[in-house]
């Protein structure tokens, strides 16, 4: 079927994909975070105590841990247009139901209930992105979209405060479901899962993008896709410790930070809320630099080991140093100013992590990309819960802080032994022995 000549466009189709995946990951973290802020006011006003929060704070990790392999096989089977439609819907309704929690049971069920709606959120707009974005700038996709994620991070802590001092913390998770229901509607409206069916897409567009298939996305539903899960599970588990290492300490972040500025600094929420967004918009930055600056490498270069491995070393490294003053130091300038360094190093590794399931498997990118993000669900599951018990205990941040610290330099280690060149691709796994003609 042939197409018109495209009109020059300012935005391509594909680009207004990625910023629907940017809308997505914005609003799914402000979803997720939202109560780390709320935190101190929810305790108070349900009597609960550290541990007790630390178990609502993880439980929302247990059913997106569990979920992450299973939902992006669902990705790669359902499609993402019908996939993240009802993930958005069970998205914004257990929002809403937070809103309403009368103690911690209802807390932990309402926060399990959204574990379950993002489980598979990523690795399916992963799949899309495989789909969308052309193989050079997977990377950059993947970074641009956790970027916004981690915007949505920075902007939570203040937006949240405000609204719990002018309406309250109920409020702030009814608003967020309004908005997050909001998004489905477009998504489903522009959305296609095959780009060769979106009806403005154009044949100078097509040609940037993977190769497509020519056939109706009911077609697609049909075809028999074999997973080759052994040789996947084989070459994405190193993959997975990395994430949980690095899981571990950025749930540290999304869940305790406010708390511990609030508690261990005596200031108060609208100031911690600042000093919370300062810290956490050094990692919108991190996210952003560190898929482009990996293709960069890897366009450079023509060493996908080399580019993939060098960001993920140099962000590790670079946050195991700085975390270490929140060991010995307190002011809070100067911790302020060490977390956010942290931070920024720490998310230089998320679009690389993320990038690698597409390296490794770019035909099974949802299933490869939940195996991977399962290190941490898991990290999530273990992070908040512990590291609350472990104030509770000793009464002493640096504790749960060095266990980061611990686990930043195991991840360090491992990263040394990936190969993000070797493909498992298709399902009698010849392509596992292909390797790059160039390494480290």
């Keep these: 079927m042939g197409r018109k000549k495209a009109r020059r466009r300012k935005v391509s189709i594909s680009n207004k994909i990625l910023l629907l995946l940017c809308g997505l990951y914005f609003i799914a973290y402000v979803d997720r975070v939202n109560i780390a802020t709320a935190a101190p006011f929810i305790e108070d006003d349900l009597n609960l105590s550290s541990s007790q929060m630390g178990f609502i704070l993880s439980a929302f990790a247990y059913p997106y841990c569990f979920l992450q392999i299973a939902g992006g096989w669902a990705g790669d089977k359902l499609g993402p247009r019908k996939m993240l439609s009802v993930i958005g819907i069970v998205v914004a309704g257990t929002t809403a139901i937070t809103g309403a929690i009368s103690g911690m049971w209802s807390a932990m069920l309402a926060r399990i209930g959204l574990g379950v709606g993002e489980g598979a959120a990523f690795p399916t707009a992963t799949k899309a992105m495989t789909k969308w974005l052309p193989r050079e700038k997977w990377g950059f996709g993947q970074g641009v979209t956790h970027a916004s994620s981690r915007l949505g991070n920075a902007i939570t802590p203040p937006l949240i405060a405000a609204i719990i ?91 305790w930070l406010p708390s511990f500025l609030y508690t261990a600094y005596q200031i108060d929420i609208q100031k911690s809320a600042i000093f919370t967004a300062g810290i956490l918009f050094a990692g919108v930055i991190g996210d952003a630099l560190g898929g482009g600056l990996s293709d960069k490498i890897y366009k450079r270069t023509n060493n996908l080991k080399f580019a993939r491995k060098s960001v993920l070393v140099t962000g590790l490294a670079g946050s195991f140093i700085f975390l270490l003053p929140a060991l010995f130091v307190h002011n809070l300038a100067l911790i302020a100013i060490s977390l956010s360094l942290a931070f920024f190093f720490l ?94």
Excluded at 170 to 192: D, E, G, N, P
Excluded at 376 to 387: E, K, Q
Aim: hydrophobic residues 45%.
């Design 165 to 255: 001092v002018s309406l309250g913390w109920r409020s702030s998770f009814f608003i967020m479901a309004l908005i997050t229901a909001l998004w489905v509607v477009v998504w489903l409206w522009y959305f296609r899962d095959n780009p060769n069916n979106h009806p403005k897409i154009t044949n100078e567009e097509l040609a940037a993008l993977p190769p497509q298939s020519d056939t109706t996305e009911k077609k697609e539903k049909k075809e028999k896709k074999v997973i080759p899960w052994k040789q996947l599970s084989k070459r994405i588990l190193p993959i997975t410790l990395i994430d949980f290492c690095y899981g571990w300490a950025l749930w540290v972040y999304l869940t």
């Design 347 to 440: 998310e230089l590794c998320n679009a690389n992590l993320w990038a690698i399931p597409m390296d490794i498997a770019p035909n099974h990118s949802g299933t490869a990309s939940g195996m991977m993000n399962t290190g941490f669900g898991i990290a999530g599951m273990v992070s908040p819960l512990l590291f609350g018990f472990m104030i509770d205990v000793t009464g002493n941040w640096q504790v749960p802080f060095s266990a980061s610290i611990i686990l930043l330099f195991v991840g360090i280690v491992v990263t040394l032994f990936i190969d993000p060149s070797k493909k498992v691709d298709l399902a009698d796994s010849d392509e596992e022995n292909i390797k790059s003609t160039t390494s480290i």
